[in-house]
């Protein structure tokens, strides 16, 4: 086992305030996002794409480690070089997405399983000869009538655990992310009850299968209503919840909780993120920090819109996101930042 590494790469990627870039959207989920803006879904444009991501000129200020996409990094920069070098030169720790997606779980309607785990160690050696250096699996839950199930949560939290356990033996830390669906109209409360048995599941999981706390990360959902709820909490009663549901379920020893942003706007998931920040820091286990998809690249995508023209204000809008979810890390975001 390479505990020592695991740890030392852990602790570097919740130091100093900064946060995680989800950057590894499937094919599926990426065209959708550029279906929507009208920009043809090749591969050469998310290529285009995410070379604006990582070409941006200070992420690094704000970025520890990008999650990649297996097809980014069998991809070049325009100048040659690969993904992974291009991060590793700024500083940027370069990490990879390796679930295999989600399916519908055979005799569980509504609900989903992850799926990836066949020859995950194979490939889990392959990426740590490439210079990966953490992974991330996605299992997903839905919360609807009569769901989730004991059994879509008990399945989705054996499998992160084995994810997690490969991903250890091959020296990537893993990011274990169970994420709890904004989508319906629950309620925050609902969403706490179900969260905290997922935490809870996950965590036995990890235990019975041997999974080093020191040496991981978990990226949950926050505590949040539904989209469609008609009651909406406000950023404090978010913040509470969300931080109550964790300090009940998370053990001391894992070093960080980076949060995914799950389809919140990006100012509100820096607003939540930085209030959790302004009324806990320093008195939580571990570090409260970001690992948004979404909350950091919407604003850049929509002004990239497919075109190498508005580059230099995408990748201002994107270092701008960053920068304010690394406020939100010390509890200095404000919704001012938003106005500069
Ligand atoms: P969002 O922040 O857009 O939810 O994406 C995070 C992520 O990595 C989902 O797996």
Known sequence: ??????????????????????????????????????IPQTAELRRDYREMIVTTAGLNESISGAILFNETIHQQLKDGSSFIKVLNNKGIIPGIKVDGGTVAMAGHPGEKITEGLDNLRYRLEEYAKMGLRFAKWRAVITIGKGIPTQACIQANAHALARYAALCQEAGLVPIVEPEVLMDGDHTMERCFEVTEQVLHTVFNQLYKQGVMLEGMILKPNMIVPGLACKKQESIDEVANATVKCLLRTVPAAVPGIAFLSGGQSPELASARLNTMNVRFKNKLPWELSFSFG?????????????????????????????VCNRAARQGEYNIEMERK
């Open 294 to 322: 979404r909350a950091i690249q919407e604003p850049a995508l929509d002004i990239w819109h497919g075109k190498e023209k508005n580059i230099p204000a995408a990748q201002k809008a994107l270092y701008h996101r960053a």
């Open 1 to 38: 086992m390479h505990l020592q590494e695991l740890i030392n790469t852990t602790k570097l990627l919740v130091a100093d305030n900064k946060g995680l870039l989800a950057m590894d959207e499937s094919y599926p989920t990426c065209n959708k996002r550029f279906a929507k803006l009208g």
